[in-house]
T-cell receptor
């Protein structure tokens, strides 16, 4: 069935390095994507979003890239810090749901930042 | 300002017991969502309210699950006759409008023994 998934379940990086977290989706009807960060014992926290009419969006230290041709989404974190250690989820909102935004979450990637 | 709060934070129930999980959304937020998150997985949608109206309950796994939001603010998720497979973190989120950014609470970790 259609799903959102991540390529790497765990990513370990050194402090100061750039991190790239990847996500594949298969629902071509999805028109809106969000990256969330979830720290231990907390709920997911919005990081950045992108609509299907864009291929790149930048925030503070984060960039999301969307490649609709291959249905691939990535989150780039610049100068990764220990505080970035968390599980990162991509989520899609299939346009067919319409009306309300109800994200479909992928499995998640655990980012571990070593000082 | 205060974010979304949930109580209790942890709940241990014996199989067959009923439980009630509470969500206090951000004041003024119209939309409220419940999700279930199994260990190592992403949150999965359960149900959604707009004010007091439950507009979508397609994610509720069985008729043992019931949610309400009678006055359009606080919401309660009730699980009757709990089973071990109900063990998970139950997340609540609220948003200003249906397609606005969702703010998540810390979740309630339910363990059914």
């Amino acid at each position: 069935g259609e799903s959102v998934g991540l390529h790497l379940p765990t990513l370990s990086v050194q402090e100061g390095d750039n991190s790239i977290i990847n996500c594949a989706y298969s629902n071509s009807a999805s028109d809106y994507f969000i990256w969330y960060k979830q720290e231990s014992g907390k709920g997911p926290q919005f990081i950045i979003d992108i609509r299907s009419n864009m291929d790149k969006r930048q925030g503070q230290r984060v960039t999301v890239l969307l490649n609709k041709t291959v249905k691939h989404l990535s989150l780039q974190i610049a100068a990764t810090q220990p505080g970035d250690s968390a599980v990162y989820f991509c989520a899609e909102n299939p346009s067919s749901r319409g009306g309300s935004y109800i994200p479909t979450f992928g499995r998640g990637t655990s980012l571990i930042v070593h000082p | 300002g205060a974010g979304v709060s949930q109580s209790p934070r942890y709940k241990v129930a014996k199989r067959g017991q009923d439980v009630a999980l509470r969500c206090d959304p951000i004041s003024g937020h119209v939309s409220l969502f419940w999700y279930q998150q199994a260990l190592g997985q992403g949150p999965e949608f359960l149900t959604y309210f707009q004010n007091e109206a439950q507009l979508d309950k397609s994610g509720l796994p069985s008729d043992r699950f019931f949610a309400e939001r009678p006055e359009g603010s606080v919401s309660t998720l009730k699980i009757q006759r709990t089973q071990q497979e109900d063990s998970a973190v139950y997340l609540c989120a609220s948003s200003l409008a249906a397609r606005s950014e969702q703010y998540f609470g810390p979740g309630t970790r339910l363990t059914v023994t």
